[in-house]
């Protein structure tokens, strides 16, 4: 995660369990800047599910001042069993997935911050399969602002499920959304970003950037080989300045 620079706050990090939309407990991590929160963000985060990457993401957002919570996806598959899945066996989780508990965690993580840490404005990101839960959040209404790394505007075909919906379907109607994609992603192809370009054709403050080259998941993972070190860069200061809009 070193491509997000920290920022000048020191922090303290706890892992929790909040209750779920439905009343399942969920792994989370939460992380609180000193002093006075400059709003609240909630992550969602790829695929993998909450571990060390995660806990030290959530730090470094926070040491720029943000109150900040992440919750485990796959909190309805019980723990011993969900450390055991790999990649693979993940990707077919998801077509189980619910929309309403996956969002409504994140407005259970939400809600957790405004009580917990006082903050008022909130914003959710997240990245891979998460970025594609933000892209849904963002249009519930919840959410102030909005940052997508490479999610998918499409569902792709194996995700399919009677609890999930199209991203698409409400993009027109989402908060102040910036989208990160890579040029080269062959889970959002060049059709899809050109669809969610033009149902935001009519919204000035929703925003997308492509890096060209870029495969899927460039930016938050290091140790991955699609990482590209100076366009990771480069998207979290844009993520950043998103987060903090002028008056």
């Known amino acids: 995660?070193?491509?997000?620079?920290?920022?000048p706050h020191a922090v303290e990090v706890e892992h929790l369990i909040l209750e779920g939309a439905d009343g399942t407990p969920v792994d989370a991590v939460h992380a609180r800047p000193e002093g006075i929160p400059t709003g609240g963000?909630?992550?969602?985060?790829?695929?993998?599910?909450?571990?060390p990457l995660f806990s030290d993401l959530c730090r470094?957002?926070?040491?720029?001042?943000?109150?900040?919570?992440?919750?485990?996806?796959f909190a309805r598959v019980p723990a011993g069993e969900r450390d055991q899945l790999d990649l693979e066996a993940?990707?077919?989780?998801?077509?189980?997935?619910s929309d309403?508990?996956?969002?409504g965690d994140l407005e259970r993580a939400a809600d957790f911050l405004v009580v917990t840490d006082d903050v008022a404005g909130m914003a959710v990101m997240g990245f891979c399969m998460g970025g594609m839960y933000t892209l849904k959040a963002a249009a519930r209404?919840?959410?102030?602002?909005?940052?997508?790394?490479?999610?998918?505007?499409?569902?792709?075909?194996?995700?399919?499920?009677?609890g999930q919906g199209e991203p698409l379907?409400?993009?027109?109607?989402?908060?102040?959304?910036?989208?990160?994609?890579?040029?080269?992603?062959?889970?959002?192809?060049?059709?899809?970003?050109?669809?969610?370009?033009?149902?935001?054709?009519?919204?000035?403050?929703?925003?997308?950037?492509?890096?060209?080259?870029a495969e899927h998941g460039f930016v938050h993972d290091p140790d991955r080989p699609a990482h590209r070190s100076d366009d990771a860069a480069d998207a979290w200061?844009?993520?950043?300045?998103?987060?903090?809009?002028?008056p």
Not at 60 to 71: E, I, K, N
Not at 90 to 97: E, K
Not at 100 to 103: K, N, T
Not at 141 to 162: I, K, S
């Open 41 to 51: 963000l909630v992550v969602h985060p790829d695929i993998g599910g909450l571990r």
């Open 90 to 97: 993940r990707m077919g989780q998801v077509s189980g997935l």
């Open 169 to 213: 379907d409400g993009a027109a109607d989402v908060c102040p959304t910036l989208a990160v994609m890579g040029g080269a992603d062959a889970f959002v192809p060049d059709a899809d970003v050109d669809a969610l370009r033009a149902a935001w054709s009519a919204r000035p403050d929703c925003e997308i950037v492509v890096y060209p080259g």
């Open 141 to 162: 209404g919840r959410f102030d602002r909005a940052v997508a790394f490479y999610g998918m505007v499409r569902l792709p075909e194996g995700w399919r499920g009677p």
């Open 60 to 73: 470094r957002l926070a040491t720029h001042g943000f109150a900040v919570c992440a919750t485990e996806p």
């Open 100 to 103: 309403d508990l996956q969002v």
């Open 237 to 246: 200061s844009r993520a950043l300045a998103f987060l903090r809009p002028g």
């Open 1 to 7: 995660m070193a491509a997000l620079a920290e920022g």
